[in-house]
């Protein structure tokens, strides 16, 4: 059965860091491209950030996180993090990984919610000013 489970949210003052994780069960991890979304109280959830599959050379940025946030993988703990610095209040929300489908897909359309057909439960970033 397939399992994404976030973890590392929390409560944090605006200018400090955060690191989410992200780990896969039940799938081949390293044959997907794999996102951050996220989703704040009352709005759409709306893209963060996506890793290529396999070795992650490649990587999409929603411009709010460009220069703050860093995605990365590592295949062999079928994780993915995402590094959030300079955290801003307009960064509170609740951020969901998601896995993408088919295998091997990438490309500009993956910082689009449809290039992904798994998510996890989400885990609840809140930045104070």
């Known amino acids: 059965q397939m399992q994404l489970v976030e973890s590392g949210g929390g409560l944090v003052q605006a200018g400090g860091s955060l690191r989410l994780s992200c780990a896969a069960s039940?799938?081949?991890?390293?044959?997907?491209?794999m996102a951050w979304f996220r989703q704040a109280l009352g709005k759409e959830r709306d893209f963060v950030a996506t890793?290529?599959?396999?070795?992650?050379?490649?990587?999409y940025y929603a411009d709010s996180v460009k220069g703050r946030f860093t995605v990365s993988r590592d295949n062999a703990k079928n994780t993915v993090y995402l590094q959030m610095n300079n955290l801003k209040p307009e960064d509170t929300a609740v951020y969901y990984c998601a896995k993408a489908a088919p295998e091997s897909n990438w490309g500009p359309h993956m910082t689009r919610i449809g290039g992904y057909d798994y998510w996890g439960q989400g885990t609840q970033v809140t930045v104070s000013s």
């Open positions: 039940g799938l081949t991890f390293g044959r997907y491209a």
């Open positions: 890793i290529s599959w396999w070795s992650g050379a490649n990587t």
